[in-house]
C-alpha cells in the first residue's frame, strides 16, 4: 500500500497520472524499445561519442556490461561540447548498447547559472521520458550533474527500479567547501532532500576511494556499510612513447623538463601554488610548464603566463593532439584546494599513473593521493597551497634523471595493480551480478 501511495504521489506532483499512457513526449513514454527488458539503465549526462572522462567512463562500463550477458541501455544527453563527429542520431544501438540521447538546454559552463541551467534542463528532460525506465531492472545513476539522481528516485517509486548510485563528487559538500553554494541555501535544500530519498533506496552506492567511502558513512545515516562499495575510476592515456619527436613538435628541446598539468583547472583545483611555482622557477632554462584544458581559473593562469617565458597554453587538446602533450610531458600535476579530502577523485591522477608519468601532486598531506605516492614512490606531494614546495618538487625531478625514471616505472605499476580498467569494470560487473540476483 505504501508503495503505491508514494508511486501516486510522486505522479501527483508531476502533475501525471501513473496509470495512464501518454502521448509522445509524456511522462510515461515508452516508444523507445517499447516492450524491451534491460538489466541496467545506464543514466548520465555524457556519453559516447563525447570524449570528456565522464562520458568515456560511463561507456566503458556500458559496454562491459553489455559483453558481460546483460542487457543494456543508456540515456543521456545529446551532445553539443565535447564531441568531434558531427551529428549523432538520438537513438541508436553501439556494441549492444541501446542509447537514447535527450536534447536539453545547454548554457556555457564558465558562469555558476550557466551550470545551474545545463543541470536542471537535462534532469527535466530525463523526467519528461521517465517512461524509458519502465522495464529496467537497475537504474545505474552518476553524481553528476547533482540533481539528477531525481529522475532514478521517481523511476525506482514508478517502476520499481533498483538503484546503484556512482558518487564521482560528493554533494552539496563539495559545492560548500568550493565556494559554489552556502549552506542553507534553496538549491542546498533540493540537495539534501534528493540525497535522503537516494540513499534510503539505493541497493548499492559506488565511492570511488577508501577515503570518499568513509566520507559517506560517517555523512549519511541512510546508508550502511555493506551497500557501499569502493571501484576506482581508470584511464585511456596511452605511456609516453616517441617522447623527442612530440617534443620538437610542441617546440621544446629534447633535455626540457616539461611538467604538464591536464584537465579542469576550476573552483576545485589549487592554481595559486602553480602560479606560484611557475613564478619561482621562470629563470630555470630546461623547466616548461604545459598547460592544457579549460575552467574558471585558466584566465589566471593565462594572464600569469604573459610575462612568463617558459609557460604554454594549449587549450583543451583531444586525439592525436592530447597523445602527443603526454608524450611530451616529464612528469603532471594533480591539485586540489584544501578541504575536498573524500570528496572527489582527480581523474587526471589516473591519467598520470596510466601514462608513466611521475606525479607531483598539491593536495593535503592526509589524504590517499599523498598517502599513495609515498608508499609506492610514483611521484612527489606537496600541502595544499604550497608552490614553494612543489617548485622544489618539480627541481628534485629535473635534477635527478634516475629518481624521475623509477618513479615513471612505479607509476605504471601501481596502475596496473591498481587502477587498470578491467580491474574496475570486472567490479562493477561482480556488482550489478549481485543486484540483480538480489532482485531475483
Not at 499512457?21 to 548520465?44: F, M, P, T, Y
Not at 548498447?97 to 545547454?106: C, D, G, S
Not at 534528493?194 to 533506496?201: A, D, Q, V
Not at 589524504?367 to 609515498?374: N, Q
Request: include cysteine; charge should be neutral; hydrophobic fraction near 40%.
Amino acid at each position: 500500500m505504501e508503495k503505491i501511495n508514494m508511486k501516486m504521489a510522486a505522479a501527483s506532483l508531476l502533475g501525471k497520472d501513473p496509470e495512464a499512457k501518454q502521448e509522445s513526449g509524456g511522462l510515461l513514454e515508452n516508444r523507445w524499445h517499447a516492450g524491451q527488458a534491460a538489466d541496467v539503465a545506464i543514466l548520465c549526462q555524457f556519453f559516447a561519442p563525447e570524449y570528456v572522462t565522464s562520458a568515456r567512463l560511463s561507456w566503458d562500463t556500458a559496454k562491459y556490461l553489455a559483453d558481460s550477458g546483460m542487457k543494456v541501455k543508456a540515456i543521456c544527453g545529446y551532445p553539443r561540447e565535447y564531441h568531434t563527429a558531427g551529428g549523432v542520431p538520438l537513438q541508436e544501438t553501439l556494441d549492444g548498447v541501446h542509447i537514447r540521447r535527450l536534447r536539453y538546454l545547454q548554457l556555457k559552463r564558465s558562469s555558476r547559472l550557466g551550470r545551474l541551467i545545463n543541470y536542471f534542463s537535462f534532469t527535466a528532460a530525463v523526467i519528461r521520458h521517465i517512461g524509458v525506465f519502465r522495464h529496467c531492472e537497475t537504474v545505474m545513476v552518476y553524481s553528476n550533474p547533482p540533481v539528477l539522481p531525481v529522475a532514478a528516485v521517481l523511476a525506482a517509486i514508478l517502476f520499481g527500479c533498483r538503484i546503484a548510485f556512482i558518487s564521482h563528487d560528493v554533494y552539496p559538500e563539495i559545492a560548500y567547501a568550493s565556494g559554489n553554494l552556502s549552506p542553507g541555501g534553496v538549491i542546498t535544500r533540493v540537495m539534501q532532500g534528493i540525497n535522503r530519498s537516494l540513499f534510503k533506496r539505493a541497493d548499492a552506492v559506488v565511492a570511488l576511494t577508501d577515503e570518499m567511502r568513509g566520507f559517506l558513512l560517517w555523512n549519511r545515516p541512510e546508508l550502511s556499510e555493506d551497500r557501499v562499495v569502493t571501484i576506482a575510476n581508470w584511464a585511456h592515456e596511452a605511456p609516453s612513447e616517441g617522447a623527442g619527436n612530440a617534443r620538437r613538435e610542441l617546440g621544446y628541446a629534447e633535455d626540457d623538463f616539461v611538467v604538464s598539468y591536464f584537465g579542469n583547472l576550476g573552483v576545485c583545483q589549487d592554481a595559486t601554488a602553480l602560479l606560484q611555482a611557475m613564478e619561482l622557477l621562470k629563470d630555470q632554462p630546461h623547466i616548461h610548464f604545459l598547460i592544457t584544458g579549460h575552467g574558471s581559473k585558466l584566465p589566471d593562469v593565462r594572464q600569469a603566463a604573459e610575462h612568463l617565458p617558459n609557460v604554454k597554453l594549449c587549450g583543451f587538446l583531444t586525439g592525436e593532439d592530447f597523445d602527443r602533450a603526454v608524450a611530451a610531458s616529464s612528469c603532471g600535476i594533480v591539485s586540489l584546494e584544501r578541504g575536498l579530502m573524500g570528496m572527489c577523485a582527480p581523474s587526471k591522477y589516473y591519467s598520470y599513473l596510466q601514462a608513466r608519468l611521475p606525479v607531483l601532486a598539491v593536495v593535503e598531506k592526509d589524504s590517499y593521493i599523498a598517502a599513495e605516492l609515498r608508499e609506492e614512490r610514483a611521484g612527489l606531494s606537496s600541502d595544499a597551497g604550497d608552490g614553494r614546495q612543489l617548485a622544489q618538487n618539480i627541481l628534485t625531478l629535473c635534477q635527478d634523471p634516475e629518481l624521475c625514471r623509477k618513479m615513471s616505472g612505479n607509476a605504471a605499476r601501481l596502475y596496473a595493480d591498481r587502477y587498470a580498467e578491467d580491474i574496475s569494470l570486472n567490479k562493477y560487473a561482480d556488482l550489478f551480478r549481485g543486484v540483480l540476483r538480489t532482485a531475483d
